[in-house]
């Protein structure tokens, strides 16, 4: 079983940043695709961003050019560097681990709260 810990998020006023970090208890390199998704009171959960064992990078329109993917493979960590925060990026912030290739698996963090006041 693969576990994922979210850390990072908090309070932060509009046009602050914040940096969200998920920590996998297995080698990252290893997983097919990392990804952060969030999910604001009332909605749906949307996809935020992900990176690839390749390290292909793609993030969701509504943020392009205010967050940023990447990864630490030597401290197995992804993070989500969110830069310019609206209040519309609030909302749970959750890392998700997929293996496509057998093994398969499906895994999801616990989540973090982002909180961006105006």
């Known amino acids: 079983q693969v576990q994922l810990v979210e850390s990072g998020g908090g309070l932060v006023q509009a046009g602050g940043s914040l940096r969200l970090s998920c920590a996998a208890s297995?080698?990252?390199?290893?997983?097919?695709?990392i990804l952060w998704y969030r999910q604001a009171p009332g909605k749906q959960r949307e996809l935020v961003a992900f990176i690839t064992s390749g390290g292909s990078t793609s993030v969701a329109t509504s943020v392009k050019g205010r967050f940023t993917i990447s990864r630490t493979n030597a401290r197995n960590t992804v993070d989500l560097q969110m830069n310019s925060l609206r209040p519309e990026d609030t909302g749970v912030y959750y890392c998700?681990?997929?293996?496509?290739?057998?093994?398969?698996?499906?895994?999801w963090g616990q989540g973090t709260q982002v909180t961006v006041s105006s």
């Open positions: 998700r681990a997929q293996r496509t290739v057998a093994p398969t698996y499906d895994y």
């Open positions: 297995i080698r990252i390199s290893t997983i097919n695709t």
